[in-house]
């Protein structure tokens, strides 16, 4: 009888720490998902600046052009093979700002890509918006990237890079690939693609898009 009772108050408490490392596993989540989410939201505002700034001297420019009987031309449609522009804000370099209304995501773009930046923003996995294989990869946080399974075909997304131009992007299909299939992730077909890793950490939802 004692073991019995022994063994039960063993199990007991093996079954409260195992509830207690899930609820400190679980608040750690959440506090990690909100520090993600202010962080996003006060480097979507700085960049969001920065492409004000840039749009005006843009502007500036174009209507000098004309005064000038000149047409001024973006520099990417002359030239799309140029490296997009990049703003170093807190340390770190960002090309853009990418903003899905159907999800409320207004969300900065880094320049590079790393397991450390995506914990700040999304990350450009590959390619350019300029040449129409522009891929984003995002960590799956609620305030990231982890809605976007939700997306559905037709849904609008926008990019804009540094110097405020603008590319209008709609969902085509909503796919899960494999974490393996890294040459499939990065496809010719479509001109925006944006990823983020399922909560088994071994798929890849993948949403793809083209320029509208």
């Not at 502007?59 to 000038?68: E, I, M």
């Not at 340390?91 to 853009?96: R, V, W």
């Not at 040449?131 to 997304?157: K, M, R, V, W």
């Not at 088994?200 to 793809?208: H, I, K, N, Q």
Request: with cysteine; net charge negative; aromatic share 8%.
């Amino acid at each position: 009888m004692k073991s019995k009772t022994r063994m039960g108050n063993i199990l007991l408490a093996a079954g409260a720490l195992f509830l207690a490392a899930a609820l400190l596993l679980t608040g750690s989540n959440l506090y990690e998902t909100y520090q993600a989410g202010q962080a996003s939201e006060r480097l979507s505002q700085e960049v969001f600046s920065r492409i004000e700034s840039q749009s005006q001297e843009a502007h500036s420019l174009s209507q000098a052009a004309l005064a000038g009987g000149e047409e001024e031309t973006p520099e990417y449609l002359r030239n799309p093979e140029m490296e997009m522009p990049v703003e170093e804000i807190e340390g770190n370099g960002y090309i853009g700002l990418l903003e899905i209304p159907v999800l409320g995501l207004s969300l900065p773009v880094m320049s590079e890509w790393s397991y450390p930046n995506l914990k700040l923003a999304p990350c450009r996995y590959s390619g350019s918006a300029y040449t129409g294989n522009f891929t984003i990869a995002g960590h799956n946080y609620s305030t990231h990237f982890g809605p976007i399974g939700g997306l559905n075909a037709g849904d609008s997304i926008t990019f804009t890079d540094m110097q405020g131009n603008r590319f209008a992007y709609e969902v085509q299909v909503v796919e899960t690939l494999e974490a393996t299939a890294v040459e499939d992730m990065v496809s010719e077909e479509w001109d925006l693609t944006l990823f983020t890793c399922d909560l088994s950490g071994e798929s890849r939802v993948t949403v793809r898009c083209l320029q509208v």
